[in-house]
């Protein structure tokens, strides 16, 4: 069914002489997802909550900041709720550090770690770099705003069926569609 | 004797953080096989070219809310223990759109930055670094929008209690959906997509 | 190849959830248990509450360490073969985990009525009586709640203080607190 068009983020330059091995392919989207899921189950069965990723940045903001300052925003509740005197105890904290690892480690075997930058074929490297801190930042503040991400409210309430997650991950979606006209330059 | 088995581990129970790191390095592992880790291939679900964003993400959804139906059914899992994502009707609808459009802007979500950052990706790492600047800065900002971030509250509403409809029924509901789509998506990015890449 | 399996696993999800659909309800007969929260259990205690019995399932040693007033230490195996009388009231707590519930749930299998999970557990005592924060009162309403938190923390010896800012006033939220947010 497929052709057997190579992905483009193989090939970093090597030596002459030395052919770097091809990166695997990536695993059945299907299954991937089936993975996460049973991950996701996994979680809910033995510690009663779900994954969730925005959480560990909020963490490490707010923490960051009244390590810094301990008189920061008082009665903010944003830093009120999250700053830790030692994040890395937080359950949270500890899982996004996880998923760094294990994608570090997936990466690493299916020959697809890499120092580049994934970029569209007509944006600059310095272009996509800025886009992704824009980008990032927007999403930050979305992630807040919405008490979540996708990891968090659309996997986890989404399992869950909780209504406002749902919300969160159709709005998320419409948006992302809605706007992708205005960047088309940056990925096609 | 029913799960979950020990609580949050409110303060660092060297046991549930074990967990916290096993379960996060099982969950990077599959959105890195997935292919989620890069930036091109979760933007391409926006140009209808690549689902794979789409794909994966509903199987998880379908697996996960399926194994808690039938867990919680023959009693071995305890629905009111596990916590449920509470409902703001408005900042979450805002909340998602302004996410969406980061998303779009950036490529990566929160979680799939980290795995792009880990494959040594310059862009999750940027990604990162914006991100931590929009908490803070919604951190910052918060006393002015407190009013509408805590607007609209549901408790932990969930989508059968909307629809009126046995827990089982909108189960049901979102599989029939979540199938649908992907037989959508299948043909979709046959006629969009250019070049598929080798699965296994 | 790959569609055949796409099917199969597209079978296997649509089987289980027309099961799930039929399944309806997707709750098994689970055991409904009271709960109480830490200001209220410490009016029943003050107000000497008749048939009360407050149940503290840790070891030993953390409850000589400290315990709620009036509390009785019994162990989680030990409550199998304790006996109540039929009016009286017992409440339960522990320290986090599920034991005070397994315990709840054991009572009620041998037909005790009126048993209760403290909200929170030992955490909820701790912070809402012995230690509470409460906001600075700025209507009728926090000012009576502020009131009695202060009478009963007072009553139990503990340190009540107040806070501008937004802090929970309920054990429900104190725990949340104290759990970390989940997203």
């Known amino acids: 069914m497929s052709v057997a068009v190579l992905e483009h983020t193989a090939e970093p330059r090597t030596r002459a002489g ?12 299907y299954l991937a997802g089936i993975g996460i899921g049973l991950v996701l189950l996994a979680a809910f069965v033995l510690v009663g909550r779900g994954l969730g990723a925005s959480g560990a940045f909020s963490t490490a903001v707010a923490s960051g900041a009244r390590a810094l300052d301990a008189a920061h925003a008082p009665g903010n509740v944003f830093f009120d709720d999250y700053a830790l005197a030692a994040p890395w105890r937080d359950w949270l904290f500890v899982e996004v550090v996880g998923i760094a690892i294990g994608g570090f480690l997936s990466a690493l075997l299916a020959q697809r770690s890499a120092l580049r930058i994934e970029r569209g074929p007509r944006i600059s490297k310095r272009r996509r770099l800025l886009f992704a801190f824009m980008g990032g930042s927007i999403m930050g503040f979305g992630a807040k705003l919405a008490r979540g991400c996708t990891s968090g409210l659309g996997l986890t309430g989404g399992a869950l069926l909780s209504a406002g997650s749902w919300i969160f991950v159709l709005c998320a979606f419409a948006a992302g569609y809605a706007a992708a006209p205005l960047f088309r330059r940056a990925w096609r | ?90 900042p979450q609808a805002a909340g998602g759109i302004v996410f969406g459009i980061g998303f779009l802007i950036g490529g990566l979500c929160p979680g799939t930055s980290c795995v792009a950052a880990a494959s040594g990706r310059l862009d999750g790492i940027a990604l990162i670094c914006g991100m931590l600047v929009g908490v803070l800065a919604f951190g910052e900002l918060l006393p002015l929008i407190a009013g509408f971030y805590n607007s609209t509250p549901r408790g932990e509403l969930s989508l059968d209690q909307v629809l009126n409809l046995s827990r089982g029924v909108t189960v049901f509901l979102l599989v029939a959906v979540a199938l649908a789509g992907f037989a959508a998506a299948e043909r979709i990015e046959e006629r969009f997509g250019h070049g598929a890449e080798p699965q296994s | 190849m790959g569609l055949n399996r796409n099917r199969k696993l597209a079978a296997v999800a649509g089987s289980l959830a027309i099961l799930a659909a039929l399944a309806g309800d997707g709750r098994s007969q689970s055991i409904d248990l009271g709960r109480v929260d ?123 203080s107040v806070f501008s800012g937004s802090l929970p006033t309920s054990a429900e939220q104190a725990i949340k607190r104290l759990r970390r947010r989940t997203c």
Do not use: C
């Open chain 1, 18 to 29: 030395t052919a770097r091995r091809q990166p695997a392919a990536y695993l059945n989207p």
């Open chain 2, 1 to 90: 004797m029913s799960v979950p088995f020990f609580e949050l581990g409110a303060i660092g129970d060297p046991r549930t953080l074990s967990v916290a790191l096993l379960i996060g390095i099982a969950f990077g592992w599959f959105l890195e096989r997935g292919g989620l880790g890069n930036a091109r291939k979760l933007a391409g679900q926006f140009y209808l070219n690549d689902l794979t964003v789409f794909k994966v993400m509903f199987s998880a959804i379908v697996t996960a809310a399926l194994g808690v139906f039938w867990l919680s059914r023959f009693g071995w899992l305890d629905l009111s223990r596990i916590v449920m994502p509470p409902t703001y009707l408005a």
């Open chain 3, 38 to 160: 830490a200001l209220t259990l410490a009016e029943w205690i003050r107000d000497r509450r008749p048939g009360l019995h407050v149940i503290d399932l840790r070891a030993r040693p953390e409850f000589e360490q400290f315990h709620i007033p009036t509390a009785g230490a019994v162990s989680l195996d030990e409550i199998a073969a304790t006996s109540f009388e039929s009016h009286e009231t017992v409440v339960l707590y522990a320290d986090g985990g599920d034991v005070a519930a397994r315990a709840g749930v054991l009572l009620r299998r041998r037909g005790l009525d009126q048993v209760y999970l403290l909200t929170g557990d030992l955490y909820a005592w701790l912070d809402q009586v012995m230690n509470p924060r409460m906001p600075v009162a700025t209507s009728p309403g926090q000012q009576q709640a502020n009131a009695r938190q202060r009478e009963l923390s007072q009553y139990f010896g503990g340190q009540p």
